[in-house]
């Protein structure tokens, strides 16, 4: 059993929320656009694994990917920034998501919080909002949930943005 938080669109600022909500996560997963000093704040704090956004810079893609494979607790997950949602996949991921056939794909990008399941490709897809107060959304979003065989007990902390 693992417990993951989930966030994206950092945007160079880490809100006091994620300390508290991730403080029991034993990983962090970061969907992207974090921007200058997050990842190695993240890092400290817990193992994180991230992807690389369309606004982070050249030191962060040369040390990150566009898009991870992981396998966690006989999960595959993929996680990728722009990715698009169920019916609406971004060109590029359609074939990365037919081709691995993931348990769960996480993107972020469009700073809206989703949490979907997909049954053409049979995968919870998760989009984590954003957690920066960079953009237009109006209020600032986290995920964290448990994985167990399966993805559950998925819980969501919505803040003002600061």
Sequence with gaps: MQRIGILSDTHGVIPHQVYNF???CDELWHAGDIGPGVLEQLQQFKPTVAVFGNTDGWDLRYIIPKTQIIEREKLKI???HIGGYPGHYDKDIIPVIEA????IFVAGHSHILRVMYDKKYDMLHINPGAAGRQGFHKKATLVRLVLDGIPKNLEICEFEKF
């Design 22 to 24: 991730f403080k029991d």
């Design 78 to 80: 993929v996680i990728t």
């Design 100 to 103: 691995e056939k993931p348990d």
